[in-house]
């Protein structure tokens, strides 16, 4: 995995997704797909890329914890706490949506799932585009998540507007995704990267 981030590619990937466009860039586990998160149009054009429905939420990638905020309704402290201390890493929070995010970021009971990825050049993402960008993984609905550039790029092609290349990436388990139950509880939806320690669950 190259860590130095090439600066002026990273520039130029954010300015694609401020068009509205589509980039391939990579993340501590697999590739991903990343679009404005909050441009409804090119959500839709990711949906497409993808040949997936909007019926499962699409987690985001975020700069920092007061991006996240601006996504959420509400931080339930349990969840702030889980972000300060796992943050940035293979960590999906998710909070109850703030007014206004698209429903393809919605999950069923309303939520949308936000972490601040440790990849440097996600992370450099993130900061450059200064908004969530979509963290779909970059393959077909159905395929296999890369862990390469070249992988993406065979599996999806020209549909894609930019391709950050940064070396293989690590893969293994997928970010760990964590809520809050009604009762306070902290709901594991899915296991991963991050082991949440069994008092942590009530």
Not at 9 to 20: M, P
Not at 35 to 55: N, P, Y
Not at 57 to 64: K, L
Not at 76 to 104: F, I, K, S
Request: glycine share 12%.
């Amino acid at each position: 995995m190259t860590l130095a981030v090439d600066a002026g590619a990273v520039a130029r990937a954010a300015e694609v997704l401020r068009r509205g466009g589509v980039v391939c860039y990579p993340t501590e586990t697999y590739y991903g797909l990343g679009v404005d998160a909050l441009d409804g149009g090119a959500v839709a054009r990711l949906l497409a890329v993808k040949g997936r429905g909007a019926d499962q939420a699409i987690a985001v990638i975020v700069p920092d914890l007061a991006a996240a905020r601006r996504l959420w309704a509400e931080v339930p402290p349990r969840l702030e706490a889980l972000a300060r201390a796992h943050w940035p890493g293979p960590l999906t929070l998710v909070a109850p949506a703030a007014p206004g995010v698209p429903a393809p970021l919605r999950g069923p009971g309303g939520g949308v799932g936000a972490r601040v990825s440790s990849h440097p050049w996600a992370h450099a993402l993130a900061r450059a585009f200064g908004g969530p960008l979509t963290a779909t993984s970059a393959n077909r609905a159905g395929a296999a998540p890369v862990t390469s550039c070249a992988a993406a790029r065979a599996a999806l092609g020209a549909e894609v507007d930019l391709y950050l290349d940064a070396g293989a990436t690590p893969g293994g388990l997928p970010s760990t995704v964590v809520a809050v139950a009604p009762d306070g509880a902290l709901a594991v939806l899915r296991a991963g990267a991050v082991a949440i320690r069994p008092e942590q669950k009530r």
